[in-house]
């Protein structure tokens, strides 16, 4: 897949095969990324939020849990399921 090609959409489609990867390494690590958001991705770079997880009573966002080496479990199932490496970022 040409680097045109890979979308925001692409990402997308291929979300829950990324999240059954970072699963099958750490299930902490998937509990801390399941409700992401995918807002954005432009030069390599997936921009994520987690509103969703807002709207419930009680705090769900596990933003204090979320480290750089869980973030690197994040990329490391993006890079085995699309072959992008991609910097996360969170807003």
């Known amino acids: 897949m040409s680097h045109s090609e890979f979308s925001l959409e692409t990402l997308k489609s291929n979300w829950n095969q990324v999240l059954d990867t970072v699963l099958e390494v750490d299930r902490v690590a998937w509990l801390l990324w399941f409700d992401?958001?995918?807002?954005k991705l432009e030069n390599d770079v997936l921009t994520v939020n987690?509103?969703?997880?807002?709207?419930?009573?009680?705090d769900h966002n596990f933003k204090s849990a979320r480290n750089p080496e869980q973030t690197a479990k994040l990329i490391a199932a993006i890079h085995k399921v699309t072959g992008r490496d991609l910097e996360v970022r969170e807003t």
């Open 36 to 39: 992401a958001r995918l807002e």
């Open 50 to 58: 987690f509103t969703d997880s807002e709207k419930f009573s009680g």
